[in-house]
Structure formats: C-alpha cells, structure tokens
C-alpha cells in the first residue's frame, strides 16, 4: 500500500500554469498505475491523466496538450503539469494509485483502489 499526498494547488489566471505532486509513502511505486482525476463542485469525478509502470500516458481529450503527467521513481512523486489553464478545469485534483496493471481505462476511477485527499485547483 502507499500513503498518497497532494500538493501545489492554487488559484490562477486563465491562461496560467501550476504544477501538481503526488508524494507517496509506503511501498515503492515503481510497479504502480498512477492517475489524476477531477471532480467540480457538482459534478462527477472524472479522470484526466494517467500513467503506468512503463512510462505510457493517457490524457482526457479535454486536457491533451495542456496537462503532462510524469513521475519520478526516485522520489517517489506522481506530477501533473498544467499549462493553459481555463476556468473549466477548477476542480478538486486527486492522485489515484494501483499496484497493477490497469486492465480496463486508465482514466477509470473504479480501477484504483489508493487515493489522496486532494488539492484544489480555482482559476478565474
């Protein structure tokens, strides 16, 4: 199991950036899945990104070519770079993790079973 905790949310302009970690304690992810998904206030939890173990990405159409998620096996940090922000994309962010090869969508919340407490995201 790992321990998930988010950081760098804020408040931006439209058009700006900000740069979102995933710090996971516990085992090492290296053989994890790991994703980001969203959720507006009244709205469904939706994925945007994901990766796994080999490196290979998934976006959401609505954030490809903004968002870049990657990782860091070493220090253990999931991160969600997004550029080009819009109002659209305010939301509580969540890292999502799973210690196995995600079988079904990447950006299908039911195939995670570890998940963070989220950061908020508000641009305007």
């Known amino acids: 199991h790992v321990q998930l905790v988010e950081s760098g949310g804020g408040s931006v302009q439209t058009g700006g950036s900000l740069r979102l970690s995933c710090a996971a304690a516990g085992d090492s992810f290296d053989s994890y899945s790991m994703a980001w998904f969203r959720q507006a206030s009244g709205e469904e939890r939706e994925g945007v990104a994901a990766?796994?173990?080999?490196?290979?990405?998934s976006y959401a159409d609505s954030v490809k070519g903004r968002f870049t998620i990657s990782k860091d096996n070493a220090k253990n940090t999931l991160y969600l770079q997004m550029n080009s922000l819009k109002p659209e994309d305010t939301a509580m962010y969540y890292c999502a993790a799973e210690n196995r090869p995600v079988v079904g969508g990447p950006l299908d919340e039911d195939e995670y079973s570890e998940w963070g407490q989220g950061t908020q995201v508000t641009v305007s």
């Open positions: 990766i796994d173990s080999d490196g290979s990405t």
